[in-house]
């Protein structure tokens, strides 16, 4: 019950509070103006979608928190509580995200900062030791704080790259975050929910005025939010609970996203240009390119990864 009044939270204060960040940032004319690079929309468009994201998200936890006493930690059945960890984690990102998407920043100091996120998470308990395979259990030992922020810093960069159609990150997030919480669900009681109701409310009620034609963007506060706390649970997934699921299971999930940043990556680096600096060379460009609509080429990548949604769950369960 309380999972769901967390959801449904974040999903009404993101319903009031969109709206009223859109007219803000319009007063403000912190706007994202059409132009060269990965960018399709027309006109501009207020950037700091994220910051009511990160509103809702957090009206959805502090539900939850007034719910459970103040500690999300009592449902977690033996399982360890990573919400501190993950809270903490969300704080600095959430803080650079305004930042860049207010006044800027250059990609590497970014970059950094990510990084910075991913070990304050990794030293407060939101590691990767260990993955479990049909042989047996892999203990990865020092290359755990590698493989962590190796896969955070990933993740994170992954939703922010397909964020470039209107309601695609979103629409990505939703399928990603919904096969977590059904797996997650699947375990029992598991504090990471409350996070995924939340996070899920929040997207849902964001992306109720991000459909094309987007009112408001979300910006690198959001996509940093909604992927930091996809790679967070993905984390949980892989370490936590009886039984854990196998490493591909969520790597499936964010298929759409992860082999996008990977085409990204072989064809920056073969063109000689730097990896992070944006083209139109993304997946939902080359849709457009090849006449479908804003609208139907969010919904048809929505389509495949709600589809590797689906496996990856089926593959979670039947482990």
């Given at each position: 019950?309380?999972?769901?009044?967390?959801?449904?939270?974040?999903?009404?204060v993101?319903?009031?509070?969109?709206p009223v960040?859109?007219?803000?940032?319009m007063?403000l004319e912190?706007?994202?103006?059409?132009?060269?690079?990965?960018k399709?929309?027309?006109f501009?468009?207020?950037r700091v979608?994220?910051?009511?994201?990160a509103?809702?998200?957090g009206a959805?936890?502090?539900?939850a928190?007034?719910?459970?006493g103040?500690?999300?930690?009592?449902v977690?059945?033996?399982?360890?509580?990573?919400v501190?960890?993950i809270?903490?984690a969300?704080g600095?990102?959430?803080?650079v995200g305004?930042?860049d998407d207010?006044?800027g920043?250059r990609?590497?100091?970014?970059?950094g900062?990510?990084?910075?996120?991913a070990?304050?998470a990794f030293?407060?308990g939101l590691?990767?030791?260990?993955?479990h395979l049909?042989?047996g259990?892999v203990?990865?030992g020092p290359?755990a704080?590698?493989?962590t922020v190796a896969?955070?810093?990933g993740?994170?960069?992954?939703?922010?790259?397909?964020?470039?159609l209107d309601g695609?990150?979103?629409?990505?997030?939703?399928?990603?975050?919904g096969?977590f919480g059904?797996l997650?669900?699947?375990r029992?009681?598991?504090?990471?929910l409350?996070?995924?109701?939340?996070?899920v409310g929040?997207a849902?009620?964001?992306?109720?005025?991000n459909l094309h034609?987007?009112?408001?963007i979300?910006?690198?506060?959001g996509s940093m939010?909604?992927g930091?706390?996809?790679?967070?649970?993905g984390?949980?997934l892989?370490?936590d609970?009886a039984r854990?699921v196998?490493?591909w299971v969520?790597?499936i999930?964010?298929?759409?996203?992860?082999?996008?940043?990977a085409?990204?990556v072989?064809r920056?680096?073969?063109?000689?240009?730097?990896f992070?600096?944006?083209d139109?060379?993304h997946?939902?460009?080359?849709?457009?390119?090849?006449?479908?609509t804003q609208r139907?080429?969010m919904l048809?990548?929505t389509a495949?990864s709600g589809?590797l949604?689906m496996?990856?769950i089926v593959?979670?369960?039947?482990?």
């Amino acid at each position: 019950m309380l999972i769901a009044l967390t959801f449904a939270s974040a999903l009404v204060v993101g319903l009031i509070v969109t709206p009223v960040v859109r007219e803000v940032a319009m007063r403000l004319e912190l706007l994202d103006h059409p132009g060269a690079h990965r960018k399709v929309h027309q006109f501009p468009v207020p950037r700091v979608g994220g910051v009511a994201m990160a509103i809702a998200f957090g009206a959805g936890i502090g539900l939850a928190l007034l719910g459970s006493g103040g500690d999300l930690g009592a449902v977690a059945g033996g399982a360890p509580n990573r919400v501190p960890a993950i809270l903490a984690a969300v704080g600095l990102l959430l803080i650079v995200g305004v930042i860049d998407d207010t006044r800027g920043m250059r990609a590497l100091v970014k970059l950094g900062v990510q990084v910075a996120a991913a070990l304050l998470a990794f030293g407060l308990g939101l590691t990767l030791e260990r993955v479990h395979l049909p042989g047996g259990v892999v203990e990865l030992g020092p290359l755990a704080l590698p493989v962590t922020v190796a896969w955070i810093v990933g993740v994170i960069n992954a939703v922010n790259l397909i964020d470039g159609l209107d309601g695609l990150a979103s629409g990505v997030g939703l399928t990603v975050l919904g096969a977590f919480g059904v797996l997650a669900a699947a375990r029992g009681g598991d504090p990471t929910l409350f996070i995924t109701a939340a996070a899920v409310g929040a997207a849902i009620g964001f992306l109720a005025y991000n459909l094309h034609p987007a009112s408001i963007i979300m910006g690198d506060t959001g996509s940093m939010l909604l992927g930091f706390v996809i790679a967070a649970i993905g984390i949980s997934l892989v370490q936590d609970g009886a039984r854990p699921v196998a490493p591909w299971v969520p790597v499936i999930a964010l298929g759409v996203p992860i082999l996008d940043t990977a085409w990204a990556v072989v064809r920056r680096t073969a063109r000689g240009t730097p990896f992070y600096l944006a083209d139109r060379g993304h997946i939902h460009h080359q849709l457009l390119r090849l006449g479908l609509t804003q609208r139907d080429a969010m919904l048809s990548l929505t389509a495949v990864s709600g589809a590797l949604a689906m496996i990856a769950i089926v593959l979670g369960r039947n482990r």
